[in-house]
């Protein structure tokens, strides 16, 4: 029997880039979509895929995977407040009327229900979605804007102000504390330092630990 060859993969990950990609992630400062991602799992498995496909050198699947949650997340707050069809007008400026569950993204962001308040940002997205029919490839920059724009358009649509964090046992006092985090310093990859509640201000700094914002 002829055994069979594969192509060789190139390596598409390094310690070196994967950690650049990750610098630029925070850097950038994507405020996690906490309200969004606890709708439904399959939004949190989206959001994850389109996260670790820009980290693992993957843009073309991470900007298809941001889009998507965009057009999740506008059908799904329409959905919520009541709308059932949309209109909008198409290429040929004539207006038309779709079922929401049939709309394409490129409805969704050129509709008169759109709730999103920055429609450049949405053009925006939508020119980067184009890519996606091109021969041209996308850049790592381009792919981290598109999680960027997407990530506030959703999380204009589900604010959320705060999250608690929990602390089972505190290793400084032995006692559970709730501490809350502002929704600002909720990005992806920050470094968050708890303290302890309890702790004396005159002895050592009250560091219990540090919370990171995973990517999960």
């Given at each position: 029997?002829?055994?069979?060859?594969f192509p060789s993969v190139p390596n598409l990950v390094n310690i070196?880039?994967?950690?650049?990609?990750?610098n630029m992630l925070i850097?950038?400062?994507?405020i996690y979509p906490y309200d969004f991602i606890g709708i439904k799992k399959e939004f949190k498995s989206l959001y994850s895929e389109a996260i670790h496909?820009?980290?693992?050198?993957?843009?073309?699947?991470?900007?298809?995977?941001?889009?998507?949650?965009?057009?999740r997340g506008l059908k799904e707050?329409?959905?919520?407040?009541?709308?059932?069809?949309?209109s909008y007008r198409d290429g040929k400026n004539t207006d038309k009327r779709v079922k929401l569950e049939y709309a394409r993204l490129f409805d969704l962001i050129n509709?008169?229900?759109?709730?999103?308040?920055?429609?450049?940002?949405?053009?925006?997205?939508?020119?980067?979605?184009?890519?996606?029919?091109?021969d041209t490839l996308v850049e790592d920059f381009h792919a981290l804007e598109a999680i960027k724009h997407v990530t506030d358009a959703l999380n204009q649509l589900f604010q959320f102000k705060n999250i608690t964090v929990t602390v089972e046992r505190c290793r400084l006092c032995g006692q559970k504390h709730s501490i809350t985090v502002d929704a600002g310093e909720y990005y992806l990859g920050n470094r968050i330092m708890l303290k302890c509640p309890n702790h004396s201000l005159g002895i050592?700094?009250?560091?219990?630990?540090?919370?990171i914002v995973n990517l999960n």
């Amino acid at each position: 029997m002829e055994e069979i060859s594969f192509p060789s993969v190139p390596n598409l990950v390094n310690i070196d880039n994967y950690n650049s990609r990750l610098n630029m992630l925070i850097q950038t400062r994507v405020i996690y979509p906490y309200d969004f991602i606890g709708i439904k799992k399959e939004f949190k498995s989206l959001y994850s895929e389109a996260i670790h496909s820009f980290l693992y050198g993957c843009p073309d699947a991470a900007l298809s995977l941001a889009v998507r949650c965009l057009e999740r997340g506008l059908k799904e707050y329409m959905s919520k407040k009541g709308i059932r069809e949309i209109s909008y007008r198409d290429g040929k400026n004539t207006d038309k009327r779709v079922k929401l569950e049939y709309a394409r993204l490129f409805d969704l962001i050129n509709c008169s229900e759109n709730p999103v308040k920055d429609k450049e940002i949405l053009q925006y997205l939508k020119s980067l979605r184009n890519y996606t029919h091109e021969d041209t490839l996308v850049e790592d920059f381009h792919a981290l804007e598109a999680i960027k724009h997407v990530t506030d358009a959703l999380n204009q649509l589900f604010q959320f102000k705060n999250i608690t964090v929990t602390v089972e046992r505190c290793r400084l006092c032995g006692q559970k504390h709730s501490i809350t985090v502002d929704a600002g310093e909720y990005y992806l990859g920050n470094r968050i330092m708890l303290k302890c509640p309890n702790h004396s201000l005159g002895i050592g700094s009250g560091v219990l630990g540090e919370f990171i914002v995973n990517l999960n």
